[in-house]
């Protein structure tokens, strides 16, 4: 069986898919997952519903949706359940099931090793491999509510985008600069504070021939950054346009 986390939550096994029907039942097998392995207590179960003004039966509601989740995830050949009750809360414990957020960590991490070793066609695999496990914002419609889900989600899609990062690196590394500028200008239009995106815009586009292009990318980072940040650009978006306006031979593809 598997979860898939990284969009909407969803329960996938030989049957298909399936989502769990309430909110409430929702976010305690949302906030179970992303401790799995670890002891969720009551009131972190009720931060996670209620807030801060948790109705006066929440210890018997958090019972009556541990037992439905139980039902909801009982499998044939399962003599137990995969929650366990465990002082003062509960344990969700994977065993052989998988998480796709773990499964995309790894991915990224092994990625990030072949990119470190020079092997950035291995790694650009593993980096949309990971990317390809998203199906939409992480838990769904689920966000805004306690500081588990909220900081887990946080987490995720910090690493989603310094996984994107480091996949254009690689591409960029593979001489792939061409077929990159049009996904790049949409991530700079999409993140218009991330440097990133901006510095790997400007190196496609001078080694696609457009060098005027690339520092027009430049002048609009700088307008963007400044008005909203009153920063000028980091000093690598500078080094870079001025080793395009000298067209240095260290810009040229390496790999």
């Given amino acids: 069986m598997r979860y898939e986390v990284l969009g909407p939550l969803r329960i996938v096994d030989e049957h298909g898919g399936s989502f769990i029907s309430g909110r409430k039942i929702e976010t305690v097998l949302a906030v179970l997952l992303v401790r799995a392995g670890g002891v969720v207590t009551f009131d972190q179960l009720m931060a996670e519903i209620w807030g801060d003004t948790p109705p006066r039966r929440a210890s018997a509601a958090i019972y009556v949706y541990i037992s439905q989740l139980r039902k909801h ?7 137990s359940s995969e929650i366990i009750t465990r002082a003062p809360g509960y344990v969700l414990q994977l065993g052989s099931d998988e998480l796709d957020a773990n499964s995309f960590i790894r991915l990224v991490n ?18 949309q491999s990971a990317l390809d496990l998203w199906h939409g914002p992480v838990l769904g419609d689920l966000r805004g509510g306690g ?19 480091m996949l254009m690196d690689s591409y ?11 996904q790049l200008y949409s991530l700079a239009s999409e ?9 790997q815009l400007m190196l496609a586009l001078y080694r696609s021939e457009r060098q005027a292009d690339a520092l027009e990318v430049y002048q609009s980072a700088r307008k963007v950054l400044k008005s909203q940040l009153g920063l000028d650009p980091c000093r690598g978006l500078q ?16 790999g």
């Fill in 73 to 79: 995830l009982k499998r044939p050949g399962r003599s």
């Fill in 110 to 127: 092994t990625g990030r090793e072949h990119s470190r070793e020079g092997r950035h066609r291995e790694a650009s695999r593993c980096f």
């Fill in 147 to 165: 500081s588990i889900i909220e900081g887990f989600a946080t987490w995720l899609e910090e690493v989603r985008l310094e996984c994107t990062e």
């Fill in 239 to 254: 080094d870079l346009q001025r080793a395009i306006l000298l067209a240095d031979d260290q810009l040229e593809t390496t």
């Fill in 191 to 199: 993140y218009p504070l991330n440097e990133a995106f901006y510095r």
């Fill in 172 to 182: 960029l590394q593979l001489g792939d600069h061409r077929r990159l500028v049009g």
